[in-house]
């Protein structure tokens, strides 16, 4: 490399001139320029992907359907599962998530997520229960000290 396309691109102590940030194309720079290069031609590939598709490929049908109908994510899910007021109501609501997931009424992804919740909603209710077993503990310890609450 001569030392003037070395000056097209870089200062004299070697750092990236002003516009020129070096390196590799940026991944968004390349997605950015195929989506221009899709823009100009998407009719002919969706008229294309419709033909194959309606000869019986069942890959461009995929194709086509993960375009019109993603992929669910992040959507609400509805689980028949009891109301969890106690420690004891776990049980039979981890059971309806873990049915509901191999029943396939759910993603496993989304049953993990659900799992999550009633992970939290356990926590909380520990955390509460030893709260007031505390408050009580040291109501008595005052009643028995003669003490007033």
Same mark, same amino acid.
Not at 45 to 68: F, S, T
């Given at each position: 490399?001569?030392?003037?396309?070395?000056?097209?691109?870089?200062?004299?102590?070697?750092?990236?001139?002003?516009?020129?940030?070096?390196?590799?194309?940026?991944?968004?720079?390349?997605?950015?320029?195929?989506?221009?290069?899709? *823009?100009?031609?998407?009719?002919? /590939?969706?008229? =294309?992907?419709?033909?194959?598709?309606?000869?019986?490929?069942? %890959?461009? @049908? #995929?194709?086509?359907?993960?375009?019109?109908?993603?992929?669910?994510?992040?959507?609400?899910?509805?689980?028949?599962?009891?109301?969890?007021?106690?420690?004891?109501?776990?049980?039979?609501?981890?059971? *309806?998530?873990?049915?509901?997931? /191999?029943?396939? =009424?759910?993603?496993?992804?989304?049953?993990?997520?659900?799992? %999550?919740? @009633? #992970?939290?909603?356990?926590?909380?209710?520990?955390?509460?229960?030893?709260?007031?077993?505390?408050?009580?503990?040291?109501?008595?310890?005052?009643?028995?000290?003669?003490?007033?609450?």
């Amino acid at each position: 490399m001569s030392d003037d396309s070395f000056a097209d691109f870089r200062h004299s102590d070697g750092r990236f001139a002003k516009g020129n940030r070096g390196g590799r194309p940026r991944a968004r720079d390349r997605i950015v320029a195929l989506d221009e290069r899709v *823009a100009e031609v998407g009719d002919d /590939l969706i008229e =294309a992907a419709l033909k194959v598709a309606k000869d019986g490929n069942v %890959r461009a @049908i #995929e194709m086509l359907l993960d375009r019109i109908w993603p992929v669910r994510r992040g959507r609400p899910v509805e689980i028949e599962a009891p109301e969890i007021r106690s420690v004891p109501d776990l049980v039979p609501a981890t059971a *309806a998530v873990a049915n509901a997931v /191999l029943n396939g =009424a759910i993603t496993p992804r989304e049953g993990a997520a659900a799992m %999550r919740v @009633i #992970e939290a909603h356990r926590s909380m209710i520990v955390t509460v229960d030893l709260a007031q077993r505390m408050t009580a503990l040291e109501e008595e310890g005052a009643r028995m000290r003669g003490e007033k609450p």
